[in-house]
């Protein structure tokens, strides 16, 4: 079994909608989540990074996490079609990059 | 512009024949590391380097070397590569390692070894 579980997509919504992307993972000590957006032949970038549980809010994007589920979650607000990318969540147990754990990403599409 | 640049971005190769990935960030970070990218698979981590003359291996280093002489670059070299080893490479730098998440990356290496 995966550390991190993603449902790898492909995900299609119409522009305006509000997306719900999920991410599972097994590891208790994770305190870290992050999720980064990778456009086609680009790398990813990080998008929202948050630490333990709650929420937490930039523009149209909210990042939540729920521990006692072991369940992270970022939701888009009014989907726009650039918008339309992979979403990888990611996560780490302590401070440091080295220690990083990615899901495989769900890829989006928003419909115009 | 702050950046990461790699090269080549797109290599075709055969099997046993050296090739090396360069990559060079200009924002003055200490953290660098190396992933490979496969489908279902995610982004697996092959080797970090915490500063200049300090590297570790990831989760995958097997048939992969590294060497972090200058802050700036953080080359990946395939001394045999083999078509185990055809993945999308990136290469990623943080300001240092106790900046977990703020991790910037290349825009990625496409590498093929027949």
């Known amino acids: 079994q995966k550390e991190v579980e993603q449902d790898p997509g492909p995900l299609s919504v119409p522009e305006g909608a509000i997306v719900s992307l999920n991410c599972t993972y097994s590891?208790?000590?994770?305190?870290?989540f992050m999720w980064y957006r990778q456009y086609s032949r680009k790398g990813p970038e990080l998008l929202m990074y948050?630490?333990?549980?709650g929420n937490k809010e930039d523009g149209r994007f909210t990042a939540q996490v729920d521990k006692s589920s072991k369940y992270i979650s970022l939701f888009i607000r009014d989907s726009q079609p650039s918008d339309s990318a992979t979403y990888l969540c990611a996560m780490s147990p302590v401070s440091s990059a080295s220690k990083i754990i990615f899901g495989s990403g769900t890829r989006l599409s928003i419909r115009p | 512009e702050a950046q990461v640049t790699q090269n080549p971005r797109y290599l075709i190769t055969v099997t046993g024949k050296k090739l090396t990935v360069t990559c060079s960030q200009n924002m003055n970070h200490e953290y660098m590391s190396w992933y490979r990218q496969d489908p279902g698979l995610g982004l697996r981590q092959i080797y970090y380097?915490?500063?200049?003359?300090?590297?570790d291996k990831g989760d995958v280093p097997e048939g992969y070397k590294v060497s972090r002489k200058e802050k700036r670059n953080f080359p990946l070299i395939l001394e045999s590569p083999s078509p185990n080893q055809t993945s999308l490479y990136f290469c990623?730098?943080?300001?240092?390692?106790?900046?977990?998440?703020?991790?910037?990356f290349g825009e990625g290496s496409r590498l093929t070894v027949l």
């Open positions: 380097s915490m500063n200049v003359e300090v590297t």
């Open positions: 948050t630490y333990s549980s």
């Open positions: 990623a730098s943080s300001l240092s390692a106790g900046k977990a998440g703020e991790l910037f």
């Open positions: 590891n208790s000590a994770f305190q870290y």
